[in-house]
Nanobody, 123 residues
Framework: QVDLVESGGGSVQAGESLTLSCVSP????????MGWHRQAPGKEREEVAY????????QYVDSVKGRFTISQDNAKKTVYLQMNALKPEDTAMYYC????????????????WGPGTQVTVSS
């Protein structure tokens, strides 16, 4: 179990931007990939973006490509999700997760999830 904590969520209008942050005072993500997932009410949790341990490559779900950017600052032990041109369908709880980087895929680790931060986008 690690203490990943998300922040930066909020309520915005469609077209606006938010930047989510994920930080852990004690966990060092060296060697792990990091990702953002989201879950909307009544829907399954979906992977939004992840970043490899080296910072590249990154990958995104098709619905956010060109609008969202994942990045990390290893010195600050922080992972970011810059979200631009937000749409009502982006409304969800967003979760940060650490994972094992295997074969170019990020596999979330059990117990390595943050509690989430709510993003609400109104039209």
């Amino acid at each position: 179990q690690v203490d990943l904590v998300e922040s930066g969520g909020g309520s915005v209008q469609a077209g606006e931007s938010l930047t989510l942050s994920c930080v852990s005072p004690t966990y060092t993500s060296y060697g792990d990939c990091m990702g953002w997932h989201r879950q909307a009410p009544g829907k399954e949790r979906e992977e939004v973006a992840y970043i490899s341990p080296d910072g590249a490559p990154t990958q995104y779900v098709d619905s956010v490509k060109g609008r969202f950017t994942i990045s990390q600052d290893n010195a600050k032990k922080t992972v970011y999700l810059q979200m631009n041109a937000l749409k009502p369908e982006d409304t969800a709880m967003y979760y940060c997760v650490a994972g094992d980087w295997t074969g170019g895929v990020c596999f979330p680790k059990a117990g390595y999830w943050g509690p989430g931060t709510q993003v609400t986008v109104s039209s």
